[in-house]
């Protein structure tokens, strides 16, 4: 292990330092986020560079050696961005903002004790394996290999980034069915009918295996630390039937890449009204439909299908909302594997939705909900 302290600068001017790599930390960190939305905006990346050179200047001034070799990798990487050598990715953004959180870590240790311990061996490694992929890319256009490798370099840096494992998947459905059962809702009930009828179109494609228990265990530990607003087994069903529309979509449509066009976008947003035809004539699952026909509304009104805004969304919509997003965020494909994202990652993009897309008082029940994970993964990082 590795100690740093510096004697050599008064305090007054390391408060001044820290302040300003805080200002840059959070421009990178929305710049990131917004890239995440516009990842072709030359202004954005160009910020980005700026702000990154910036907190690596700052370092620099008091030679914060936990931080400078990770900075100065990150920065040679976003020069190529700049110069249009190599795409953007959220892969690659997770891996930027991955580091960042890593120097964050060790400023605020710094900032609270006047030094910072810091594993030596552990910085060298990560600076050497994100300077080969600048190496990589520079020797060779292939974007796929360079994904690869950078997904290598960030499930170093986040050990709880890895393939998923069936091992998980199996706990989170008999998390769900104890939950269930202690509910008092049997096997024989309708919630296992809809369940079943969802692993079929889970089956159809790769990414979505365990989609519907997972974004279940999420919704049901929201609904109850909220006080339990939504009856379990209205808001199960509607976790259950509120992507079925999904299984009439063509799969190159799922899985495109690239942006998708006007007519597209309709057709995806059509899943919505086609799920929620499902209970049209059920009438005890009216409300389960009510939760289907609004989990893409939006809390600031620019969602669909009728755009709504926070006050006429049922409760059960505005979990699944939540639920829904964050399970995309922390399950990517890649590569022809199933790739979680960082946690911390999309613990961000939630709440930079509250209030927008998401509503404000359930992100506050969500960030209950994910801060142990968070403290257990902060304290796992700063080694």
């Known amino acids: 292990m590795g100690v740093f302290q510096c004697d050599e600068l ?23 986020l917004m890239l995440d939305r516009q990842p072709d905006d030359r202004e954005l990346i160009i910020s980005l560079f700026r702000s990154v050179h910036t907190i690596k200047g700052d370092l620099g001034i008091v030679g914060f050696t936990p931080a400078m070799p990770l ?18 990715s959220p892969m690659m953004s ?53 994904q690869k490798k950078i997904a290598e370099v960030i499930r170093i840096l986040d050990p709880s980034v890895k393939i998923t494992e069936l091992e998980s998947a199996d706990n989170t459905r008999n998390f769900v069915d104890t939950f269930l059962s202690e509910l008092g809702y049997s096997q024989d009930e309708d919630v296992e009918f809809f369940r079943r009828i969802m692993d079929p179109v889970e089956q159809r494609s790769q990414y979505w295996q365990g989609r519907s228990d997972r974004i279940l265990k999420m919704a049901l530990i929201l609904n109850q630390l909220g006080g339990s607003p939504v009856d379990e087994k209205q808001l199960a069903v509607a976790v259950y039937v509120h992507d079925f529309g999904m299984a009439f979509m063509p799969l190159n449509l799922l899985h495109k890449d690239s942006t998708l066009s006007n007519s597209e976008i309709l057709l995806l947003r059509s899943h919505v009204t086609s799920s929620a035809h499902l209970l049209q004539f059920m009438d005890y699952w009216q409300p389960a439909r009510e939760i289907v026909l609004q989990h893409h509304e939006a809390a600031n009104g620019s969602g669909y299908p009728y755009g709504l805004r926070e006050k006429e969304i049922c409760d059960g919509a505005k979990i699944l909302a939540i639920a829904d997003t964050f399970d995309a965020l922390t399950h990517q494909r890649a590569y022809s594997t199933h790739q979680k994202r960082p946690i911390i990652r999309a613990v961000k993009e939630v709440n930079d939705c509250a209030g927008k ?17 968070l403290l257990a993964h902060s304290t796992k990082s700063i080694g």
């Open 94 to 146: 997770d891996l930027i903002l991955l580091v960042l959180d890593r120097v964050r870590s060790y400023v605020d240790s710094f900032r609270a004790q006047g030094f910072v311990e810091y594993d030596q061996a552990q910085v060298q490694e990560l600076s050497q394996h994100i300077a080969a992929i600048v190496g990589d890319i520079q020797a060779s256009g292939d974007q796929a290999y360079q």
């Open 10 to 32: 008064d305090l007054a001017t390391v408060r001044e330092l820290i302040e300003d790599i805080d200002d840059h930390y959070q421009i990178s960190e929305t710049t990131l």
């Open 71 to 88: 900075m100065s990798a990150v920065e040679d990487l976003l020069s190529l961005l700049r110069e249009g050598d190599i795409q953007y």
């Open 357 to 373: 897309q998401l509503s404000a008082r359930w992100v506050e029940i969500f960030n209950q909900a994910v801060q142990p994970v």
